[in-house]
């Protein structure tokens, strides 16, 4: 008896030149399964989306032949997950625009066998067929496969399921998205909680306030928001959600939920929250628990292990997306990398190698980008908390350029940070913040993270100008400017943290104008407009260090450069006064 069928079967094998002849006998009708060349091969696909869907279409454009059947539980198999908020938000108004294609669409333009509504249940990785449940009829079947695709994704983190409430929700998929939005429009909240701060908590909170009536609050166990983003660059993120009207608990994490008459939150610290609805945006796990029944290796904190093809140990079944963990390529560990922009790469290097082209995944630096309201902030490679971590030779500088010429009518001040290696200059990381042109900076700074390329070849990129698009020396030649200035010598730099832990020996100088040390200064700091600087030299003290400020850290720069050359002891705030109002 042949389990995948239920049926009495005999299969005989037989090499034909390089291929393999599979022949099974089944109530005396016969198949063929070839699985190179002008045979035809089957593969299997658990999990749509931007890893699943992907694959599928990539295979068949590869494999015109090729029999691929595609399962997803849940009613859509490619929507835009990143589009979930701005849906809640009724940014996107009609649910079918989340849709990329619909799983009749993707069967005409793929020929590819799409069973949504249907769950596997259990792989048999020595006969190679998948156990799958019709989730609508709880019939169950097997399907046999030549190769087998894990794209499961990840599950949202919820540690209260012993809380049994229509007013608890997380949001992974459509049906969740719907399910919110319906809620909002037709219970008249008032208060909407949001557990988590990441980027989806994020998203939903800038979204959620597009809801007059509706005072929503943040709750985030850790110090800030946005775990990718170092503490100093959140709190401008914090600033632009409690300017909107956004409520911010930080440093506090939920104790209990009660769910009696009231929806109460009762935080670590026992004050209390009451709320009508709540949405749990505290984190992904990798759905991994199919592969681990499977015998498949996983790693001891969650997320299956592949290797550079995205091949588990069994040489016969791939996973990638979010269920994976991924080497992070500045640090070379491996970690869960849950972005759209991976898992896409990913997927088109499982249809390459199960098609017998050659291709390997390198790893991720996990760039990112966020909407807040008028502002963008923008992530790539790794944070200063990871370089410290790491126990990496790192140093970071901040400055804050234009987006554009300044004479140019609507330039914005953007405030970038970058991670860079002490010794070489080589960038390790960045982060940005502004109105425009975040998207470009930070894309052009993870091209050169990706290259390994240092402060010297940021300082030579020809980057295109124009007044309404940037300045004649871009802010990314800018940084590299920066940085090479300080690894050549010409000028040290401290942070804001540095200025506090200062001693006696040790004074601020601000050479700002009158004018704006009058709007707002540094306390205790001596006041010298850097155009009268070098005829008001005889006020400072040479037996002591300054460190000096402007706004943005250009003018203190060229401080710097006058009282280092007339023998003075001289250090440059990096950041400037507009980052530390921050």
Not at 534 to 539: H, S
């Amino acid at each position: 008896m042949d389990n995948r069928y239920n049926i009495t079967s005999v299969a005989i094998q037989a090499p034909i030149d390089d291929y393999k002849l599979t022949v099974i006998f089944r109530f005396a009708k016969i198949g063929v399964c070839i699985s190179k060349g002008g045979i035809k091969m089957k593969v299997i696909i658990i999990g749509g989306v931007a890893g699943g869907a992907t694959t599928a279409a990539r295979l068949r454009r590869l494999d015109e032949k090729a029999e691929i059947i595609l399962i997803e539980r849940g009613n859509f198999i490619s929507f835009a997950n990143c589009g979930l908020p701005y849906f809640i938000g009724d940014v996107i108004k009609n649910k079918k625009d989340l849709l990329v294609q619909t799983p009749e669409n993707f069967n005409r333009r793929f020929n590819i066998d799409v069973r949504i509504k249907q769950e596997v249940i259990g792989i048999n990785r020595q006969e190679k067929y998948v156990q799958i449940k019709n989730l609508e009829t709880n019939e169950e079947y097997n399907e046999i496969y030549d190769k087998l695709v894990l794209s499961p994704g990840a599950k949202p983190i919820n540690p209260f399921k012993n809380i049994e409430s229509e007013r608890i929700k997380t949001l992974r998929n459509v049906e969740d998205s719907i399910s919110i939005k319906e809620t909002i429009l037709n219970k008249n909240l008032k208060n909407i909680s949001i557990i988590g701060g990441g980027y989806i908590g994020v998203e939903v909170a800038e979204n959620l306030s597009n809801y007059k009536d509706i005072k929503v609050t943040m709750i985030e166990k850790s110090s800030h928001l946005i775990a990718p983003l170092d503490k100093d660059m959140a709190r401008f993120v914090h600033n632009v959600l409690r300017g909107n009207g956004i409520n911010l608990i930080l440093n506090n994490g939920v104790k209990e939920i009660n769910n009696n008459n009231e929806l109460n939150i009762t935080l670590e610290n026992d004050e209390n929250v009451e709320t009508d609805f709540i949405i749990l945006c505290i984190g992904v796990r990798p759905e991994d628990d199919l592969a681990r029944q499977a015998g498949l290796d996983i790693y001891p904190n969650g997320g299956i292990v592949v290797n550079e093809q995205m091949k588990t140990n069994d040489n016969d079944i791939y996973a990638l997306g979010d269920a994976v963990k991924i080497k992070n390529c500045v640090t070379e560990e491996f970690a869960n990398i849950s972005l759209a922009g991976p898992a896409n790469k990913q997927a088109r290097i499982v249809a390459n190698n199960i098609c017998g082209i050659k291709s390997k995944y390198d790893g991720s630096i996990g760039s990112s980008i966020l909407k807040l309201f008028n502002y963008n902030v923008g992530m790539t490679g790794i944070n200063e908390a990871i370089a410290k971590m790491k126990n990496m030779q790192y140093k970071t500088i901040i400055l804050s350029p234009f987006s554009h010429a300044t004479y140019y009518p609507g330039a914005n001040m953007l405030t970038i940070k970058a991670i860079y290696e002490e010794k070489t200059g080589r960038i390790l990381g960045a982060q940005i913040f502004g109105k425009e042109c975040v998207d470009k900076i930070t894309d052009i700074l993870a091209t050169a993270i990706i290259m390994k390329m240092t402060a010297y070849d940021l300082e030579k990129l020809d980057l295109c100008y124009a007044p309404p698009f940037s300045s004649a020396k871009s802010p990314v030649n800018l940084l590299g400017n920066s940085i090479v200035n300080v690894i050549e010598g010409l000028v040290e730099t401290v942070t804001w943290e540095d200025v506090k832990e200062r001693n006696e020996d040790v004074k601020v100088l601000d050479v700002r104008t009158d004018r704006e040390y009058e709007a707002g200064a540094y306390k205790d700091c001596i006041h010298i407009p850097l155009d009268d600087l070098r005829n008001r030299l005889n006020e400072l003290d040479m037996t002591k260090t300054y460190l000096v400020y402007c706004r943005t850290g250009l003018r203190s720069y060229i401080a710097c450069r006058i009282l280092s050359q007339n023998g003075f002891k001289v250090k440059n705030i990096t950041g400037g006064y507009y980052y530390y109002e921050q």
